[in-house]
């Protein structure tokens, strides 16, 4: 049985998926910037939005990528064993809301051709000033 010290310790195992988890995401994001770096007809708005042809799936995930993050990954367990189950009703209200909000804001803002809401911000109210403002909120906010 392991002791308390070795558990609390990254063994060889964590340290192999660790670097292969990083390995695999740089190999993903070299290889699909060379592609487009040999492609001479695109530009950052088709690097950024995919040429505006993806699919389903892949924008789905994106998307659920996205609201992952590392902190999110190792806090959600941590918070789960400290407060119990009530974390998990707010996953269903963040569920609830990436729904409404797909169905919501996605077919106001992909007809303007805007890659963000930020964009939209400063186009509604016709001032940078408003997008910063949004940057800046959004910032602070996570």
Do not use: C
């Not at 390995?23 to 007809?41: M, R």
């Not at 042809?53 to 992952?68: E, G, H």
């Not at 106001?108 to 997008?131: C, D, G, I, V, W």
């Amino acid at each position: 049985m392991a002791t308390e010290d070795e558990v609390r310790k990254f063994q060889a195992l964590d340290w192999v998926l660790f670097a292969l988890m990083l390995g695999i995401s740089a190999v993903i994001g070299i290889f699909y910037a060379v592609k487009e770096f040999l492609n001479k007809n695109s530009n950052n708005a088709d690097y950024l939005m995919g040429g505006r042809n993806m699919q389903l799936v892949p924008v789905a995930t994106s998307i659920l990528v996205s609201f992952m993050s590392a902190i999110l990954i190792i806090g959600m367990p941590a918070e789960m064993y400290t407060a119990g189950t009530l974390y998990f009703m707010y996953l269903i209200g963040m569920i609830l809301a990436i729904i409404l909000s797909a169905i919501i804001f996605v077919p106001l803002l992909y007809p303007l051709r805007l890659t963000s809401s930020f964009e939209y911000l400063q186009m509604r109210f016709n001032s940078h000033a408003a997008k910063l403002i949004g940057t800046v909120i959004m910032i602070i906010q996570q």
